[in-house]
């Protein structure tokens, strides 16, 4: 239990369309990334919200946007969305800037499916 | 830019054996490692993490140990059950550069097959 919670769990959606999913993050932790995950293939980094603000972002187009509200909670959304979109999107949340808050944890994660 | 290199990439063995995964990193200045255990169709489950300052941690049968210098991790699982069977996964995170701190470069993983 990792105490960071994903939803939807599955979601099919047709390409064009606007997709938003949301997570959870364990309390107290000030920063929340989400990561994109192909079939077969190792996460790839989205972006990443510091106290509610990006302070990093990935090779990702702006299409891809989130939020992060004071309450922990984070919003992906995704616009136009492509075939290739379809992918395993996984949240992490962390304590960063403190030295014992330094593991990364993640949620089961949001498939979704591009038709 | 990091590239985070896993071998092998798939690995099916005995209940019983011990087994050593392999991570590799390009960008030896690394604030920490971390592996991850994943289930098919799951999130991911943190397994151990080593910071950069640390040569090894351990859990149970599993033992994690970090070259900084080589840029290389080994993950050694003792006595493997079928339980074990999952993908495992090593990331990266870069030392503190600004705006990219906390961002983590994965590899492939290696997925795990223990059969009894």
């Known amino acids: 239990e990792t105490g960071v919670t994903q939803s939807p769990t599955h979601l099919i959606k047709t390409r064009g369309q606007q997709v938003t999913l949301r997570c959870s993050s364990q309390?107290?932790?000030?920063?929340v990334s989400w990561y994109q995950q192909a079939l077969g293939q190792g996460p790839q980094f989205i972006f990443q919200?510091?106290?509610?603000?990006?302070?990093g972002r990935g090779n990702f187009p702006p299409r891809f946007s989130g939020l992060q509200f004071p309450n922990y909670s984070s919003e992906l959304n995704v616009n136009a969305l492509e075939l290739d979109d379809s992918a395993l999107y996984l949240c992490?949340?962390?304590?960063?800037?403190?030295?014992?808050?330094?593991?990364?944890?993640f949620g089961e994660g949001s498939w979704l499916t591009v038709v | 830019k990091q590239e985070v290199t896993q071998i092998p990439a798939a690995l099916s063995v005995p209940e019983g054996e011990n087994l050593v995964l392999n991570c590799s990193f390009t960008?030896?200045?690394?604030?920490?490692l971390q592996w991850f255990r994943q289930d098919p169709g799951k999130g991911l489950t943190s397994l151990l993490l080593?910071?950069?300052?640390?040569r090894e941690q351990t859990s149970g049968r599993l033992n994690a140990s970090l070259d900084k210098s080589s840029g290389r991790s080994t993950l050694y699982i003792a006595a493997s059950q079928p339980g074990d069977s999952a993908t495992y996964l090593c990331?990266?995170?870069?030392?503190?550069?600004?705006?990219?701190?906390?961002?983590?470069?994965f590899g492939r993983g290696t997925q795990l097959t223990v059969w009894p």
């Open positions: 309390s107290g932790h000030n920063t």
């Open positions: 992490a949340s962390s304590l960063l800037g403190h030295s014992s808050g330094n593991t990364i944890y």
């Open positions: 960008d030896s200045a690394i604030y920490n």
């Open positions: 080593i910071q950069s300052s640390q």
């Open positions: 990331a990266v995170r870069l030392s503190n550069r600004g705006s990219t701190l906390g961002r983590l470069y």
């Open positions: 919200y510091y106290r509610e603000e990006e302070n």
